[in-house]
């Protein structure tokens, strides 16, 4: 019989209530999946607002399952952060996102950084920062051309380490985004504890049609003037959301608009400006 993509993921929905035999199976898949080089990562560019140069793109995990099909990210990576699958898991994304960093800054390219997403989870493990150094070593990548990317629960649940860490990527030269900005809890002291670079303004702010939500994201553009980071609008879907947000001095944005997450040799070919050829 033949079976509906969308209900196959039904499982692997996040309030997950799936046998633990069901479980068993996408544990099982998952972990072949790295050597079976069913992973994939897609690039969505970030571009400036005022100009529509892209300067980056953030990666974005994708699996491409033998019978179910592309499946997108927030269906395992739960399973595989419970697993403790999320450090092979981790090591695999920026392996490849670190190789695609130093093609995408070939031979006097504009600069180009590339965005990797990492959990809490990959905080707890130990030497990260060397993990980092190591892949930047073996790829070739330079650590200007990559950020990364963490949710502001990571520092409001401070675990020991957490600062060091951080401290030690962004001595190096990487960058660092607190990701989802606004949807954790409003403790404000953390952005000055900690080395952050750049705010991404949660998408929720973006696409809502709430009157309170445009002035927190004109509240959240003065912090960050006002701490001297920059910002990134996420989820921007239509030109009225551009405007918007130019128009209060946002500089950045990533989201629909512009480019849905495109595979690597799809951002590869892509002109550094969108709607140029
Ligand atoms: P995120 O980091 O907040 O990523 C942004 C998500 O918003 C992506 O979903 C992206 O495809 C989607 N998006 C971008 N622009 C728009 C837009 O204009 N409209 C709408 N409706 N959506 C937009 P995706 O790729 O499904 O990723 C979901 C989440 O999975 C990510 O949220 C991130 O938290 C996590 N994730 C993805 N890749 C990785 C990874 O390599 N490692 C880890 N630890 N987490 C990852
Ligand atoms: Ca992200
Ligand atoms: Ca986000
Ligand atoms: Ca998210």
């Not at 544990?27 to 072949?32: A, I, N, P, Q």
């Not at 996102?97 to 997403?117: F, M, Q, R, S, Y």
């Not at 600062?163 to 985004?177: K, P, Q, V, W």
């Not at 551009?242 to 512009?258: D, I, P, R, T």
């Amino acid at each position: 019989a033949k079976r509906s993509g969308r209900n196959d993921f039904r499982f692997y929905s996040k309030d997950l209530t799936a046998s633990a035999e069901e479980r068993l199976t996408l544990e099982s898949e998952l972990r072949r999946a790295i050597e079976r080089g069913e992973l994939e990562l897609h690039y969505q560019p970030k571009v400036h607002l005022q100009n529509g140069t892209i300067f980056g793109s953030e990666a974005l995990l994708r699996w491409r399952h033998p019978k179910r099909g592309m499946i997108p990210p927030d269906q395992f990576i739960r399973i595989a952060e419970e697993t403790g699958l999320i450090t092979e898991l981790g090591h695999w994304v920026l392996r490849e996102a670190c190789e695609t960093a130093t093609e995408l800054n070939a031979d006097g390219l504009p600069l180009h950084k590339v965005a990797i997403n990492l959990s809490a989870r990959e905080f707890q493990c130990q030497d990260l920062s060397k993990t980092v150094a190591d892949c930047l070593e073996m790829t070739g990548c330079r650590a200007e051309w990559i950020e990364i990317e963490i949710t502001e629960s990571l520092l409001l649940n401070e675990k020991d380490g957490t600062l060091e860490t951080l401290s030690r990527l962004r001595s190096m030269g990487i960058s660092i985004a607190i990701d989802d900005f606004g949807t954790g809890y409003s403790a404000l002291n953390y952005l000055s504890r900690y080395p952050i670079d750049t705010l991404k303004i949660d998408r929720s702010f973006i696409n809502s049609t709430n009157k309170s939500s445009a002035e927190l994201v004109k509240a959240i553009l003065s912090i960050a003037r006002c701490l001297g980071q920059n910002v990134v609008a996420e989820g921007v879907e239509t030109v009225g959301q551009a405007a918007f947000l130019a128009a209060n001095g946002c500089e950045a944005a990533q989201g629909f608009l512009y480019s849905r997450p495109l595979p690597k040799s799809e951002i590869m070919r892509l002109p550094r400006r969108v709607g140029d050829t």
